[in-house]
């Protein structure tokens, strides 16, 4: 049995180490695995966000095995496991894989390693035959494989390794075609990747089974992947189904005003999302939609009320999370929609000047966020590079200059310290503290 071959085309956000290092330590975990044994009797929990996947890991008692030191790293183990496993000692493979799984059980290493020693390990029993006690064991180790790629596809998947994760959901449909985990993660994954027949053909085959067919987020989406190709009657029959499932999802409310809208049935569309606000009257995105159908019935006054209701909305969260630069992005939408509702009421000749004196703020206030998106951008590229760049001073200049942009005067003025303890004499840093200690005096 052949290992997936995993693509390192994507890049690692959560570490900042890039795709192709992740994939070549995932395929090395893979590549010279053999067997495992009998399941482990104690288990750990899966990681967070590991989309429910059941991970047979133990703390394994690797006393007695060759090679083994209790003070090995997670990657160390990874390594002697497999070797072990290559070797035909498959037994104390098997430990030492799964003591590294326990110890670390979002490593993407670990987890394919011992997900393709569980399908090796059955591919081992059957050979050996045995009738239906070794039938009934290989499907135990490839229950096992399965609950450990799940776990593997969803850390894959929150790293943006999304051509990883993409291998591993398949692998599990290999042996199980039904899965609906592995189903729903292609489906997204596919949706994602701008694979929009596929994603929809995965989302019928999700939403097809007993676990799918009770799931009103999965029929939401579907229908959202219709409505971005104009299928709104399509997508309004998922809208339904997942309304019937959970009445009241503001999102489903969401989704049925806009293929209402897209139906050219305004009234409809208007009353749906009226419906979305008074579910959750926090959430910015419903009063945006209400900005955009008054806008599309050319209502400015109103579009404009609602525009700036989502404004402050979407600002009070970004209180709450201000490195959120999907918030920051959504903010930005919503004053090109105020601006463009200013608009129309200047251009119908219903404004007086409070209404010019609003749209001159309104495009200010825009051009604020643009410039504060733009330098968190840079800030996340600047501090992504850190880690393996810690001594530079070229890109401590730029990120003391980035932190003090931002408003992030302390962080600016560490930066710079430490950029003078490498480099006594750099007069970026000098200039810059000097100008921070001038800016804050009285």
């Not at 089974?209 to 009103?216: H, K, L, W």
């Not at 749906?272 to 209502?299: D, F, T, V």
Request: net charge neutral; aromatic share 4%.
């Amino acid at each position: 049995m052949g290992q997936p071959a995993l693509n390192g085309s994507v890049m690692n956000s959560a570490s900042g180490r890039s795709a192709r290092t992740c994939a070549l330590l995932v395929l090395s975990g893979l590549a010279t695995l053999a067997a495992v044994g009998d399941a482990p009797a104690q288990t750990t929990k899966p990681s967070a966000g590991a989309a429910g996947a059941h991970v047979e890991a133990t703390a394994s008692n690797v006393e007695g095995v060759s090679d083994i030191k209790p003070d090995m790293t997670v990657d160390q183990l990874v390594a002697a496991g497999s070797a072990a496993v290559a070797g035909g000692r498959l037994e104390e493979g098997r430990k030492v894989l799964l003591a590294a799984v326990a110890r670390d059980g979002r490593n993407l290493p670990a987890l394919s390693a011992l997900a393709f020693a569980y399908e090796r390990s059955a591919e081992q029993v059957r050979g050996e035959g045995g009738g239906f006690q070794a039938t009934a064991q290989a499907d135990r180790f490839i229950d096992q494989a399965v609950d450990v790629y799940l776990t593997a596809g969803a850390v894959a998947t929150e790293q943006e390794l999304v051509g990883v994760a993409e291998q591993f959901f398949n692998r599990i449909l290999l042996h199980r075609p039904g899965n609906a985990k592995a189903l729903l993660g292609l489906a997204r994954i596919y949706s994602r990747t701008e694979r929009r027949i596929q994603a929809i053909d995965r989302y019928k085959d999700y939403l097809a089974s007993t676990e799918g067919s009770r799931d009103a987020r999965g029929y939401l989406e579907l229908g959202e992947l219709y409505l971005d190709g104009t299928l709104w009657r399509l997508a309004m029959d998922q809208f339904l189904r997942a309304q019937s499932l959970q009445p009241g999802d503001a999102d489903v409310d969401m989704g049925l005003a806009r293929a209402h809208w897209k139906g050219d049935r305004m009234a409809e569309a208007m009353e749906y999302a009226k419906s979305a606000c008074g579910k959750a009257p926090e959430r910015a995105k419903y009063p945006h939609l209400l900005a955009e159908l008054h806008l599309a019935q050319r209502n400015g006054e109103q579009a404009g009320i609602e525009a700036l209701r989502a404004i402050e909305l979407a600002r009070k969260a970004l209180q709450g999370a201000p490195e959120n630069l999907s918030l920051l992005q959504d903010i930005g939408r919503y004053y090109d929609t105020y601006e463009k509702a200013l608009g129309l009421v200047l251009n119908e000749g219903k404004a007086d000047l409070g209404v010019r004196v609003d749209l001159a703020r309104a495009v200010q206030e825009h051009a604020a966020v643009g410039q504060q998106l733009a330098l968190r951008r840079a800030l996340k590229i600047l501090t992504d590079a850190l880690p393996a760049n810690q001594d530079n001073a070229r890109l401590l200049e730029e990120l003391a200059a980035v932190r003090r942009a931002l408003g992030m005067t302390q962080e600016a003025r560490e930066t710079c310290l430490r950029l003078l303890g490498i480099d006594p004499g750099n007069a970026v840093a000098a200039r810059m503290l000097k100008e921070m200690e001038t800016a804050g005096k009285p």
